[in-house]
């Protein structure tokens, strides 16, 4: 099964993670193809952030789901991939993540993509799947890396992609955002 993260998306997920001091935590979604799963139109609710920890605002994410309903018509039940970073730690998911991934099962259903990035671009990925019983997959790669990610990622921090971060971080601790903006 292919995992694919188009190169905007990984040139977005790359930004997060480097250029924001605490961790931070972006949600996708996931179209099922004849050939595997397809990542896209990321976002970053608002969230409360630590040096090591975060919490995701759940009407923010209503919200921004709602709005994409209405725009792109994207459903709600295609948010089936998380993300967060590790900052320079290992991106391996501690007890707390596999928690998150539990709480997340038992709203969306079914399965569950999740990513956890260092700022060494290491990464693990897994998929969880709830029924008949909770199953999960690790050590998932994705499908190699687009030739344009280069590209994406200097475009990226050119453009600095505002909309998509402005009222998105709440200032916590360290200032979620402020390094970026
Ligand atoms: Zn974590």
Not at 75 to 96: A, K, L
Not at 133 to 141: E, N, P, V, Y
Request: proline share 3%; with cysteine.
């Amino acid at each position: 099964m292919k995992i694919t993260l188009p190169a905007e998306e990984w040139a977005f997920l790359v930004a997060l993670v480097q250029r924001i001091k605490t961790e931070s935590a972006a949600l996708g979604y996931v179209t099922v193809t004849e050939e595997g799963l397809v990542v896209h139109d990321l976002f970053v609710p608002e969230q409360e952030v630590t040096g090591a920890t975060f919490e995701m605002d759940k009407t923010s994410v209503g919200k921004i789901a709602e709005e994409n309903r209405v725009k792109k018509g994207l459903d709600i039940g295609d948010i089936r991939f998380q993300w967060h970073s590790h900052g320079t730690m290992s991106p391996g998911p501690s007890s707390v993540d596999a928690g998150n991934v539990v709480d997340l099962l038992s709203c969306s259903g079914t399965w569950l993509l999740t990513m956890i990035m260092n700022r060494s671009l290491e990464y693990t990925l897994q998929l969880d799947v709830l029924k008949p019983h909770h199953a999960r997959i690790t050590g998932l790669q994705l499908d190699s890396r687009d030739s344009r990610v280069e590209e994406a990622i200097r475009r990226v921090h050119e453009e600095r992609r505002v909309g998509d971060w402005r009222g998105a971080p709440r200032m916590l601790g360290t200032g979620f955002g402020e390094y970026y903006l």
